[in-house]
C-alpha cells in the first residue's frame, strides 16, 4: 500500500537564510532545493524582469545574417516556406513565424501571399525534414527560403537537397546537436561555438527570438509597430515551453511568467475559441492549464491526423473558421481520449502483471503511432518502470518509449541500432522504427537485456522528493502566499511538496465517483490544530482508516476557489499510516 519511497531535501544552511532576511525560512530552503543559491537567480526567480532577464536576439551569431536573408526575400517576392513540426511546440513556433512575418508583409506592403507552411504528417512521413519535401516544396510551392522550426538540426541531407534545388535555410531548432551540421543559417544556443546565453530553450522560443531580431529590423525600416510588439507573441511561446518540458529558470521563467500574462488576454481568436470549449476561465490560466488542457488539444490534430487545423486555429483572423477548428481540436481530443484508453487497456492486458519484469513492452496493430508515446508514459507513471509501446503496421513498427531515472533508453536502443530503421530522443523518451516482426523483437530483446543488467528492484518503486517537514500549522496563507511567488511551475520548479508527521484522523469520508477520493480532517497532536486535506484517487485505503488512526502526509498547499470563496487547500501526495485504533473517544 505504502511502497513510495519519500526522500526529504537537504536542509538549506544557515548562512544562505540569514542571506535573506527578508524570505521566509521555508521559501529559503524552497529556492536552495531548486539551485537558486545567489542573489541575481534569487531575483531572476522571484520577480522576473523583462528588460533585465532576456537575451538580446542578436547574441546569436547568425542572427543578423538570417534576418537580411528574409528581408531579401521579402523584397523580391521570394516564396518563404516555415517548416514546423507536428507537435505543440512545432505548431506554436510555426504560428510565432508566420504571423510575424505576415504582419511585417502588411506593415511594409509586401506580397503575404508568397508566405507558405509545410507541417509532415506524424505516420505518413515522421519527424524533421526530408529529400523528398524538398523536392516537393520546389516543384509545388516553388519556395526559395525555407525556415525550419524545431527540427532540421539533424537533416543535412535535406537541406543539401534543398540548397541543390536553389533553396535557402534558416534552422531554428533546439534538438540534440549532431556531428554534421547542415549547410544552413543555424539559429540553435547549443551549436558549437554558440554564444546564445539561454541553451534550453523550445523550438517556438527560437523562433519568437528571430521573430523579435525581424520586428526590430521592420521597425527600422519603417514598420509601426510599437515598442513591446514583439510580446504579444509570448502566449505561443509560454505553451511550447510547457508542453515541449522545458526547464523554467533563467530566460525561460521570464518567458513564462509574461507568456502567461499575454496568454490571459490573447488576441488570437483561435485561442479563445479554444479556451471556450475546454471550459478554460482566462483568469484562471497557469502552466497547469497549458499542460493539461490547451497543450492537449493543439497535440491531439498531430496526434489523431494531421497537425494543420492546430495551426490554423492559432493563425486564424476568421471568427467561423476558429471557432469550428477549435470545435475540431475538442473533438480530436475526446476521441484522442477514448482511444487511448482502450490501447492502454490492451498494452496491460498483453503485457500482464509486471512482477519483476525492469521494462514493459507492448505492441498492437492498428495502434495509432501518435498515441503511443502518451500510452507509454501512463504505464510508465503507473507502474515506475520504463515501457516501450509500438504501432504495428503490416510488416513496420513505429515505437515509443518513456523511462525512469536511471535508464536512459535512448542509449538501450542505440545498442539496438542495428536492428533500426530510425531512432532518436534522450535519456527519458524516445521513438524509433523497425521493418520486419523479427527485426523489432530482435531490438526488443536488446533492450530488455541493458534494463536487466541496469536496473535494480529498488530502482523500481517510486520516488517522492520532499521539499520540508513543517509541523501542520506552518500550513498556513503566508506560507500559500510564499509558494505563490515560485509560480509559474513546471519542469524544474514542481510545485512544493511537504510532510507533516504524527498527524492524527479526526474524521474522513469518500467522495466522488465509487468513492474514489477522500476528504479528511486531520489533528497535529503538539498543537492541537485541525486541518481539512483532499486525496485524490486514496479512496480504497477506507477500509484501513479509522477515528485516530496517526499519519504521516505528504501534500501539497493551494487554494479552492469557489462561488467567490477561497479557502486553504491542503492537497494530499502520498500518506503513510504509522498507528492505526479503534477507539473512538480518542480525543
Known sequence: ?????????????????????????????????????????????????????????????????AVDRVFLALEKGQVITIHGDYDADGVCGTAVMFSTLRDICRGLKFDEKKLTTYIPHREREGYGLFPATADHLHEHEKTNLLITVDCGI??????????????????????????????????????????YPNKVMCGAAVAFKLASALIIEARRRGANFSEGYEKWLLDLVAIATVTDIMPLFGENRVLETYGLTVLKKTRRLGLKKLLVAAGVKNNAIDSWTIGFQIG???????????????????????????????SELQAANVTRQKRSNEIYKEALAQIGEPGDQKILIAAGEGWPAGLVGLVAGKISNNYSRPVIIAAKDGDKFTGSGRSIPGFDVTAALTKASVFLDRFGGHPQACGFSATTEEKFKQAMEVVVAEAEKILKPEDLVPEILIDAEIPLKAADWDLELAISKMAPFGEGNRSPIFV??????????????????????VRDLGEGIIKKMIA??????????????SLDVAYEIGVNEWNGDRELQLKVVDLKITASTTNLNRP
Open 536 to 549: 485524490f484517487g486514496f479512496g480504497s485505503l477506507t477500509p484501513d482508516l479509522r477515528i485516530g488512526t
Open 154 to 195: 539533424s537533416n543535412a541531407d535535406a537541406v543539401a537537397r534543398a540548397r541543390e534545388l536553389g533553396m535557402d535555410t534558416i534552422i531554428c531548432d533546439h534538438h540534440a546537436v549532431p556531428e554534421v551540421l547542415p549547410e544552413a543559417l543555424i539559429l540553435h544556443s547549443q551549436v558549437p561555438g554558440e554564444l
Open 500 to 521: 507533516s508527521r504524527g498527524l492524527q484522523i479526526v474524521s474522513f469520508e469518500t467522495m466522488g465517483l465509487e468513492g474514489k477520493h477522500l476528504r479528511l480532517s
Open 296 to 326: 492537449p488539444r493543439l497535440n491531439a490534430a498531430g496526434r489523431m491526423d494531421h497537425a494543420d487545423p492546430a495551426f490554423r486555429l492559432l493563425v486564424s483572423e476568421d471568427e467561423q473558421e476558429a471557432e469550428f477548428l477549435a
Open 1 to 65: 500500500m505504502n511502497n513510495k519511497k519519500w526522500r526529504l531535501a537537504e536542509i538549506v544552511p544557515e548562512e544562505f537564510v540569514r542571506v535573506f532576511p527578508e524570505l521566509l525560512p521555508v521559501l529559503a530552503q524552497l529556492l536552495w532545493n531548486r539551485g537558486i543559491k545567489t542573489r541575481a537567480e534569487v531575483e531572476v526567480f522571484l520577480e522576473p524582469d523583462w528588460s533585465r532577464d532576456t537575451h538580446d536576439p542578436f547574441l546569436f551569431q547568425q542572427m543578423r545574417p
